[in-house]
């Protein structure tokens, strides 16, 4: 009672609210006034904090977690009632008609388009130790994920304010406590890559507190009585962030209509950006999910059709921890396995969402960006009484669209694996231990997944580039293509790329082609060895001849070896550059590069 009366009139609220909701504990050792002062007032910034950044306070956040923590204790099903199906969708094909239709319309879209990363996770199942937007997604040019999603953004910039005063698309980057500084750091270190800094917002989701019991009583930091212990809560963050944060308003005025979510370390996810962009302003779909083929048990969720007894229906995410109970107590007792196809029936997300503003703004306004959450204690015992360790209470934001009305156009676009999605998740250890078959999801995959689909789509384009060899980094055996890259604004969509290739071309399995420029036209080009193509955008430069040389080899590298750097050890390969040739143009003109 005595510090009671010391408190200042904001302090005295958050304390009644935590009295009155059962966190007397709390306050139970404190000492008189006078001692520990400045502890007790760090307490009430982090109070204070918690209460603000969560939609409701932190009354809402407890009361929600008595419910959740109830549930969960009773065994009670989150899909009862419902039954799961297969559902359709949009299935696009590279390089077919409709998928290059789709293109042209979604490049011309991304005018009126935002983009938000989700950049929060530590990546803990990856074992990395710097962030990971910072961590090259390949190590032929050495490009990190940032800078290419950043560098694709730009490119469709461009190509899609063709002939109009240039727009600037925004980027938005949801960051944590554990990567916010080091995202800052790398923008500033390399000025942004291209970008206006006013383009970027970096908006940083705070972690929820965590809970002793199934009272959700708030748990104290066993080191520091002053201190509540907090966890993440998850993806699901950026929906409230963006909505508090104002920045969907302000979109929303600037005139823009589309917003894309996507995730820290995909290589391949621009190669199906315009495309998925293209369906959802054909299909009007105010939730557009991008998925792939999946296979059972692959860590990613399942897009599924969930229909209720009393009627109501909804295309949604299946986590993949929930997949298989799911089905196993709906009528599948194999639960979650493959078909005939040697694919899981259900389509699988990949957390790239494309959000009409217009009614996402509208959803939001009811919701405040709050988005269903769930919780995962670990119980002592069957009795369900006590945890191991304590929890929190986590959402995830591919569950936006479980609060709409079955009016809402909830649709999604499947398309290959090999275009659309590599992540980056797995350490070396545990990607070896994947189940033949299944995606690795590691740094070594990763990048040859990123040479393999530019070498695909380069053989579309009429180039002859032969069958991939198996080799084994790490314990996984990958396909590995000739090293093929490209700047995005070099090949954003497969018109573009058609556009610069022509006669007769070979690229050779050893080989190692870098294409670092805008305007370079590929004509009747014989390439084994290495070249690399480094011209400034005015620069014009045409390709051509023979170039033979004796090219970069690929040297293992294991992953326990601590010589090796970081970045190299958990992809299981680095490459010895014997021997390259290299065209470089730093002016404005037409050239020519015959060797
Ligand atoms: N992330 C945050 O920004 N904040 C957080 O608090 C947590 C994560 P994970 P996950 O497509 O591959 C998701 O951990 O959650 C960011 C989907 O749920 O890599 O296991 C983090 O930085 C799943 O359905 O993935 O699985 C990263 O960018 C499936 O689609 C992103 O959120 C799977 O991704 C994802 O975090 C997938």
Redesign the pocket.
Same mark, same amino acid.
């Given at each position: 009672a005595d510090n009671f009366n010391l408190l200042s009139p904001q302090q005295q609220d958050v304390s009644k609210m935590l009295l009155e909701n059962g966190q007397s504990h709390l306050f139970n050792d404190w000492p008189p006034p006078g001692v520990d002062d400045d502890h007790k007032k760090a307490f009430f910034d982090q109070i204070i904090r918690l209460d603000s950044s969560y939609p409701g306070g932190l009354e809402a956040y407890i009361k929600n977690a008595k419910r959740l923590l109830a549930d969960s204790k009773a065994g009670v099903n989150p899909f009862d009632g419902f039954t799961p199906s297969v559902p359709t969708g949009e299935t696009l094909t590279f390089g077919e008609e409709n998928f290059i239709k789709f293109e042209e319309t979604g490049v011309q879209e991304a005018r009126k388009a935002a983009f938000v990363l $989700?950049?929060?996770?530590l990546?803990e199942?990856l074992g990395y130790s710097g962030i990971?937007v910072a961590l090259p997604a390949e190590t032929t040019t050495e490009t990190c994920f940032l800078q290419n999603y950043i560098e694709s953004i730009l490119a469709l910039q461009e190509a899609s304010s063709q002939g109009e005063s240039q727009t600037q698309i925004p980027l938005a980057i949801?960051t944590?406590d554990d990567t916010h500084g080091r995202t800052l750091e790398l923008l500033e270190l390399n000025s942004y890559f291209g970008m206006e800094p006013t383009q970027v917002t970096l908006l940083k989701?705070e972690k929820v507190a965590c809970l002793d019991d199934n009272d959700a009583r708030l748990a104290l930091d066993p080191q520091n009585k002053y201190k509540i212990q907090t966890k993440?809560?998850?993806?699901g963050? $950026?929906h409230a962030l963006l909505y508090s944060s104002g920045l969907l308003k302000a979109w929303y005025d600037a005139g823009l209509k589309w917003v894309l979510f996507f995730?820290?370390?995909n290589g391949l996810l621009f190669k199906a950006i315009p495309a998925s962009l293209g369906v959802s302003a054909t299909k009007q779909y105010h939730v557009n999910s991008l998925a792939v083929p999946r296979k059972a048990k692959e860590?990613?969720?399942g897009i599924t059709r969930l229909t209720h007894s009393d009627g109501r229906s909804m295309v949604i995410?299946v986590?993949?921890n929930q997949l298989d109970p799911l089905l196993r107590a709906s009528g599948y007792p194999d639960g979650d396995v493959n078909s005939e196809t040697g694919f899981s029936p259900f389509p699988?997300?990949?957390?790239q969402l494309i959000l009409e503003l217009g009614p996402y703004i509208e959803e939001l306004t009811k919701t405040g960006g709050a988005i269903q959450e769930f919780v995962n204690p670990k119980y002592k015992d069957a009795s369900k009484t006590s945890f191991k360790s304590s929890t929190r209470l986590e959402c995830?934001?591919?569950d936006y669209p479980k609060t709409l009305p079955p009016s809402a156009r909830v649709g999604f676009t499947v398309m290959e694996t090999w275009l659309a999605?590599a992540?980056v998740?797995n350490n070396a250890e545990d990607a070896a231990k994947v189940p033949k078959g299944n995606p690795y999801?590691s740094a070594t995959s990763g990048e040859m997944a990123i040479y393999r689909a530019n070498s695909i789509i380069l053989k579309k384009a009429g180039v002859q580039i032969p069958d991939p060899e198996l080799k084994v980094f790490n314990g996984q055996e990958v396909e590995v293509w000739p090293r093929i890259t490209w700047k995005p604004k070099w090949g954003l969509t497969y018109s573009l790329i058609k556009s610069k290739v022509s006669g007769n071309c070979s690229i050779s399995q050893n080989s190692t082609l870098a294409i670092k420029g805008q305007k370079v036209f590929i004509e009747n080009l014989s390439l084994d060895g290495a070249l690399i193509i480094d011209a400034v955008d005015d620069a014009e430069v045409n390709v051509g001849g023979s170039v033979k040389n004796n090219g970069w080899s690929i040297e293992n590298v294991n992953y326990k070896d601590t010589s090796e750097p970081e970045v190299l050890r958990i992809r299981g390969f680095k490459f010895n550059k014997v021997e390259q040739q290299e065209a470089k143009y730093s002016e404005p003109g037409k050239f020519s590069f015959k060797p």
């Open positions: $989700v950049a929060g996770g990546g199942r990971k949801m944590s989701q993440p809560h998850g993806h963050d $950026v995730q820290d370390t860590a990613i969720g995410n986590e993949y699988g997300n990949i957390n995830m934001m591919q999605y992540p998740k999801h």
